[in-house]
């Protein structure tokens, strides 16, 4: 019988096996989700997911020698893992790891005193783990991705808010149609090239901060005693000695016919494709300004007129907030639903401030 926390008893309850199977079913099912992903995998991740894929067995060994002949009977895993396998088929890796990184920092295993300490401490592990691995796809997703997110947001509250406040200031249906119809473009066409703009310049600016790796003629032609590259490195912040003796280092190694690596380039690198390009930017924020814009608008379109118009926009809009503010906290390794909220309080705080002002506006024109 394996170690735990307390004593296995002789007998165990129907719940305890229950408990006891059911985690086994998680274990089972979470070590395909990671032989999955890593079969999406090359290199030195494919190995470490199936090395964690390996100590998800390492658990299973744990419950099956705890329930003896009870393993037989097969039970569902709980929901939360039953979606994590469904999502891993249907989206990319970045929100599958996203979503296990969520899970393993919950893992009941924390306070299981069936459970070893050993697999506790693995499951912290594992959080980490996929945190680092789904950091890098986040670092390529970020910037197009912020864009997507900002522009989806905008077009919606905006133009919720733009259709509320001219339909309660007593507006046709026709006049309200042309108005969204027509925020949706100004503001789609303002958001892509304000993100254009923005991702450019943040750009230039990276470049020409970005250190220069100086061509071997420059470095071997410094004078060795007199050193003026040390000044390069004290302008980079560090102190006359250290300065110094990084300069010393990277004109011997210029003599000796060997350069220093192009760590400055990988890093400006790195910082660029986190800010994604500019016109990948200005693209998502036209797109999904334009696709949150024309939500509210719907209804309108349908032919709906009235509190009806108002009640299906305001809906509508509601659970498009919810699924984006769900997904950015899924994919930043949160709990999607306080997220959620979040997007859908603020959003719909601005939409009800500007019909109030409507209404307000409505009857004092009136």
Not at 88 to 106: H, M
Not at 107 to 134: C, G, I, N, W
Not at 339 to 350: C, S, V
Request: proline share 5%; aromatic share 6%; net charge neutral.
């Amino acid at each position: 019988m394996p170690d735990t926390r307390a004593q296995v008893p002789a007998e165990p309850s129907p719940a305890l096996i229950r408990r006891w199977q059911r985690h086994l079913a998680n274990e089972r099912l979470e070590e395909r989700v990671y032989r999955k992903l890593a079969a999406r995998k090359e290199g030195e991740e494919r190995e470490i997911l199936l090395a964690i894929a390996d100590a998800e067995r390492r658990h299973q060994q744990h419950w099956i020698e705890l329930l003896g002949p009870h393993a037989e009977h097969r039970r569902r895993p709980d929901l939360g893992t039953l979606i994590l396998s469904m999502l891993g088929s249907i989206f990319g890796s970045v929100f599958v790891l996203a979503l296990i990184q969520q899970q393993e920092t919950t893992s009941p295993y924390e306070t299981d005193q069936f459970a070893t300490d050993q697999m506790a401490a693995d499951e912290k592990v594992h959080a980490e783990v996929v945190r680092a691995l789904a950091a890098k796809s986040r670092a390529r997703l970020s910037g197009n991705f912020r864009a997507a997110v900002f522009g989806t947001n905008d077009g919606l509250v905006s133009n919720l808010a733009l259709v509320l406040g001219v339909g309660a200031a007593g507006m046709s249906n026709p006049v309200i149609l042309l108005t969204g119809i027509s925020g949706l473009l100004a503001g789609a066409l303002s958001m892509g090239a304000g993100e254009y703009i923005s991702v450019r310049s943040q750009r230039e600016l990276l470049e020409a901060s970005r250190p220069v790796r100086q061509p071997a003629e420059a470095l071997t032609a410094l004078d060795f005693d007199a050193n003026e590259l040390s000044l390069v490195y004290r302008a980079r912040g560090h102190d006359p000695e250290t300065a110094l003796a990084k300069a010393r280092r990277t004109l011997a190694r210029a003599h000796g016919g060997t350069l220093p690596s192009h760590t400055a380039q990988v890093a400006g690198d790195a910082e660029h494709e986190e800010l994604g390009t500019g016109l990948g930017a200005a693209a998502s924020s036209f797109c999904f300004f334009a696709s949150g814009a024309v939500v509210p608008i719907l209804p309108y379109i349908f032919g709906m007129s009235g509190m009806p118009a108002v009640l299906t926009a305001a809906g509508l809009v509601g659970l498009v907030l919810l699924g984006t503010g769900g997904t950015v906290g899924v994919l930043s390794g949160r709990p999607p639903l306080p997220r959620a909220l979040r997007q859908l309080a603020i959003g719909f705080g601005a939409a009800t401030a500007t019909y109030l002002l409507g209404l307000l506006f409505g009857t004092s024109v009136g």
